[in-house]
């Protein structure tokens, strides 16, 4: 399959997890649902792993990078999102967050040597612009409640948001020479990154951080809502946008990869009859 459907899947998939994750979320708590999910994830990429044998091409190097990607993304860049998105809401966080896509053209470029021209770019500029522009008119009306406010310095909360959307960048470019070699699977790959995650959303509730422990007390229903995301979004998702890495462009795969809230709106009116607003 051409890596650019690839990418486009995984986006898909994110797209789909939302519908699982928002319940649960509120729920857990952002930090708690989120290591919870990586649990899961990590479960099942190591039984893929181990049952398809990927793991017998992990070398130490190819380790140390995929924890280092892991690390970058996963942890540093969702720390990030979620302080951005309680600062200043996630409307406005998320048309931050999807400057990760301009990033990882712009990176590709510095970093790997790759370069867009033509139709390529205007096809990039208008894909990077109607993400943002569906994210920033995204609100009807009457939904004007405290998400919309700024708690805190706005600088610092666009701060956080530009990087997390570098972090989730970067984190996908470190991997393109990995990926490219052929040397490795990417259910492997995935396990790797997403312990690497975990462990590290693993110390903060270790170490008694208030931010990482439950909000309310864990119900069955959450834990299959927190499942079917990791399922879908972190196995599946995530697994996608590493094969896509195998063969496409990384600034492409980053860009194309972006339209999760774009696709979203669709699904929300589908499923909760949430017709998106006018600009979006």
């Not at 899961?40 to 044998?53: E, M, N, R």
């Not at 979004?233 to 462009?249: D, F, H, P, Q, Y």
Request: aromatic share 8%; net charge positive; with cysteine.
């Amino acid at each position: 399959m051409p890596s650019e459907a690839l990418a486009l899947l995984a986006a898909a998939c994110w797209a789909v997890s939302n519908l699982f994750s928002a319940a649960a979320s509120g729920r857990m708590g952002a930090f708690a649902f989120t290591r919870w999910r990586m649990a899961f994830a990590s479960v099942v990429l190591w039984g893929a792993a181990l049952a398809g044998g990927g793991w017998k091409a992990l070398t130490g190097e190819s380790v140390a990078l995929l924890v280092a990607s892991g690390l970058v993304g996963i942890f540093i860049g969702d720390t990030a999102l979620f302080s951005c998105m309680n600062r200043l809401g996630p409307r406005r966080s998320g048309v931050l967050f999807a400057t990760h896509s301009l990033f990882s053209v712009v990176l590709a470029w510095l970093w790997l040597g790759e370069r867009m021209a033509g139709w390529q770019l205007v096809g990039c500029a208008l894909l990077a612009g109607g993400v943002m522009m569906a994210i920033a008119l995204g609100k009807s009306e009457g939904e004007s409640h405290q998400w919309e406010r700024t708690h805190g310095r706005l600088a610092i909360g666009i701060g956080l948001g530009l990087l997390a959307a570098l972090g989730q960048s970067l984190a996908t470019l470190m991997l393109k020479p990995l990926m490219a070699s052929a040397a490795l699977d990417a259910v492997t790959a995935s396990a790797v990154r997403m312990s690497a995650g975990f462990g590290a959303h693993a110390l903060r509730w270790i170490f008694g951080l208030s931010p990482a422990r439950l909000k309310q007390p864990l119900r069955r229903q959450d834990l299959l809502n927190t499942f079917a995301s990791a399922s879908v979004s972190m196995v599946l998702g995530m697994t996608l946008l590493l094969k896509a890495l195998e063969t496409g462009n990384a600034g492409m795969v980053g860009m194309l990869s972006s339209v999760s809230p774009v696709l979203l709106l669709p699904l929300l009116w589908a499923v909760y009859r949430r017709r998106p607003a006018l600009g979006a």
